[in-house]
């Protein structure tokens, strides 16, 4: 499946993409992560020439909270189990990552303090994947215990989105909040009836890995490690979206970003900056010139094979 990454859309570039593909039929669009302002996507539509239909994933699901109280209620269980879940591995991680920074900082022996870092890190990876593992086990059974295609109203608005994807030539996904995102485009299984190319941005990129992996080094609580969130669409795969990659991160620490690069190899950590435009087939081929991370911590554009 062919997905494409762009830079954030402050100063749009979404017009001119969407030209380049040739796209004729109606473009679906998702703006779930915008939650209540979900349907002001005028400029959205603009940007597309008016040929969008906004597939209200977001208004879907106030509407299955509505309809259906006890799974709403099961729902809003599942957060905070969830939540308890992230908070744990987030102390977890914090001690090992500050292990990982610490034996970095170390003046010594170099190949030793090079195997005690390998070793570290991998301690960090093993803890990120048995995290992401739990993460799709609570989520995996929820949805055994209530049985979302069994419930009329889910099964009702999964009819209307699989049709609408089918009519589509394209499919664009805005960011907004990812949490909201990706879990609307599970509840509402997105991923089966998709056919057409993608096209995203910021959280939306984050939202089509197969692991959403949330960093942010400026944020107004504080210095914060990057974590991994949990499983995305999964039609874009082995690639790290780092949205406003020049904000968000100290780009400059190049031994701290060296640690993001390898800690997530052998997925690419990409930049989306303004103009980025990134095609991909989903799997996490890049073409030449895509600003990555690299293993050492500095940023580099990929070379022709």
């Given amino acids: 499946m062919r997905v494409t990454l762009l830079g954030p859309q402050r100063r749009p570039t979404l017009d001119t993409v969407a030209a380049s593909l040739g796209l004729a039929r109606p ?65 977890r991680l914090d001690h090992a990552l500050q292990a990982v920074y610490a034996i970095q900082r170390r003046s010594g022996h170099d190949r030793l303090r090079a195997d005690a870092l390998d070793e570290a890190l991998a301690a ?22 209530w049985q979302p295609h ?54 939306g990129a984050m939202a089509l890995t197969d692991r959403i992996v949330l960093f942010h080094d400026r944020s107004p609580q504080g210095f914060g ?7 995305g669409l999964g039609v874009l795969r082995s690639v790290v979206p780092l949205p406003h990659a020049r904000a968000r991160l100290l780009l400059d620490d190049a031994p701290r970003m060296a640690v993001f690069a390898r800690r997530f190899a052998p997925a690419r950590c990409v930049l989306l900056e303004n103009g980025t435009r990134v095609d991909t087939d ?14 050492d911590g500095r940023v580099t554009s990929l070379e022709a094979a």
């Fill in 150 to 203: 069994d419930r009329p109203v889910i099964a009702e608005h999964r009819s209307a989105v699989a049709r609408l994807l089918g009519e589509a030539a394209a499919l664009v996904v805005a960011g907004g909040h990812v949490g909201v995102l990706a879990h609307t485009l599970h509840l509402f299984d997105v991923a089966p009836p998709l056919r057409s190319p993608v096209i995203a941005w910021s959280a």
């Fill in 225 to 231: 490690h990057p974590e991994v969130f949990g499983q």
């Fill in 124 to 145: 960090v990876r093993e803890l990120d994947a048995a995290h992401l593992h739990r993460v799709s086990d609570v989520r995996r059974e929820f949805y055994q215990a």
């Fill in 27 to 91: 473009i679906a669009t998702i703006t779930a992560g915008w939650q209540e302002r979900e349907p002001d996507d005028g400029a959205l539509s603009e940007q597309l020439g008016f040929r969008d239909v906004n597939l209200s994933l977001y208004r879907r699901w106030l509407d299955v909270q509505d309809r259906n109280l006890d799974f709403a209620a099961a729902e809003r269980q599942l957060r905070g189990v969830l939540e308890e879940v992230q908070e744990i591995y987030l102390l």
């Fill in 282 to 295: 989903g799997d996490g081929t890049c073409p030449p010139g895509t600003r990555v991370l690299g293993g």
